[in-house]
């Protein structure tokens, strides 16, 4: 599987911004589609995940409230809409892909067996 992420920039704190996933090579039944970002000095981490199988979601609850993951069955795409940005959110932002999730989703990013290359995100205040 390949993962393309996109839709990255700048925007204002209380704006809004979407960044896509495509996905190639596979279809994505049985996976589950994941965010993760880092900052500056920062370790890598969970932002949200969706099954692809059941439709499930998962966010951390930094986002939770904020940001909304959701998928396009026929485009093979995953999206994280990012509603009210703040400051801290700052990041590269990377989608992941889990090969053996099934019907749920894990935050473990040791579990995604796939990655894209990432899309900066900086939210100005």
């Known amino acids: 599987v390949q993962l393309q992420a996109s839709g990255g920039g700048l925007v204002q704190a209380g704006g809004s911004l979407r960044l896509s996933c495509a996905a190639s090579g596979r279809t994505l039944r049985n996976y589950a589609m994941g965010w993760f970002r880092q900052a500056p000095g920062k370790e890598r981490e969970f932002v949200a995940a969706l099954s692809w199988s059941s439709g499930s979601t998962y966010y951390a609850d930094s986002v939770k409230g904020r940001f909304a993951i959701s998928r396009d069955n026929a485009k093979n795409t995953v999206y994280l809409q990012m509603n009210s940005p703040k400051p801290e959110d700052t990041a590269v932002y990377y989608c992941?892909?889990?090969?053996?999730?099934?019907?749920?989703?894990?935050?473990?990013?040791?579990?995604?067996?796939?990655w894209g290359q990432g899309t900066q995100v900086t939210v100005s205040s």
């Open positions: 992941a892909a889990d090969k053996h999730a099934y019907y749920s989703a894990t935050y473990y990013l040791t579990e995604y067996d796939y």
